[in-house]
Nanobody, 119 residues
Framework: QVQLVESGGGLVQPGGSLRLSCAASGSIFSINSMAWYRQAPGKQRELVAHITSGGSTNYADSVKGRFTISRANAKGTVFLQMNNLKPEDTAVYYC?????????????WGQGTQVTVSS
């Protein structure tokens, strides 16, 4: 069974920082791209940041210059460094992985971690 487990969410004041982590586990041959999505109450899930196996990244316009995605390929781990957080960043953040497992290729999601930005 493939699992993605997120950690690092919490409550932070505006202007603060948080670092999210997501670790993939289970029987995995290779991981292609990984990403972070978020979903705020009453809104659709949206892409926050994406990183390929080669390290190419792209970001939502709303987080460019504030968030940084990175990954440790050998460990199947992806990180999201979030700086200068704003109240509008409040959401549940989900880890995503596009990978190849013994059962075949597939997309997997983590369970989500809550990020709340509030004074």
């Amino acid at each position: 069974q493939v699992q993605l487990v997120e950690s690092g969410g919490g409550l932070v004041q505006p202007g603060g920082s948080l670092r999210l982590s997501c670790a993939a586990s289970g029987s995995i041959f290779s991981i292609n791209s990984m990403a972070w999505y978020r979903q705020a109450p009453g809104k659709q899930r949206e892409l926050v940041a994406h990183i390929t196996s080669g390290g190419s990244t792209n970001y939502a316009d709303s987080v460019k210059g504030r968030f940084t995605i990175s990954r440790a390929n050998a460990k199947g781990t992806v990180f999201l460094q979030m700086n200068n957080l704003k109240p509008e960043d409040t959401a549940v953040y989900y880890c995503y992985a596009d990978l190849y497992a013994p059962i075949g290729p597939g997309v997997f999601w983590g369970q989500g971690t809550q990020v709340t930005v509030s004074s």
